[in-house]
């Protein structure tokens, strides 16, 4: 997850989906993943205290700020490296599991208020942010 000032995401030179102020998530799903995990990330993604405050301390999420969140999914998130110099994904879940995990985490986002934006589902995406801090975090629920 990275926090952005904005990004956008491209398929096919049109963009699928665009925030300001916010936070990119790149979700990757596996075989043990849940709906119920999913709407725990959902949770952390909107309550997590990266923004700063009027001190500068990071005290505020996304939902404070009016933030909005860019989902993108991510299977090579799941790119086993640690033998020979081709990835391996068998930790990836297969689409028609991780399809809809990934729309788990888009509607509990929107649940809690939050603007959700996205890329397309199992599409040669192109993604553009600006990275703000740059603070990026990698979060395992």
Known sequence: MQRVSKALVRVDDEIVGEIGIGLVALVGVTHDDTVARADKLADKIAHLRVFADGDDKMNLSVTDV??????????????????????????????????????????????????????????????ELTNDGPITLSIDV
Do not use: H, N, W
Not at 77 to 96: C, F, I, M, W
Not at 114 to 121: C, I, M, N, P, Q
């Open 66 to 127: 009016g933030g909005a969140v860019l989902i993108v999914s991510q299977f090579t998130l799941y790119g086993d490296t640690r033998k020979g110099r081709r990835p391996s994904y068998v930790e990836a879940a297969r689409p028609e599991v991780a399809e809809p995990l990934i729309d788990a985490v888009i509607q509990a986002l929107a649940d809690r208020g939050v603007r959700v934006a996205t890329g397309r589902f199992r599409a040669d995406m192109a993604v």
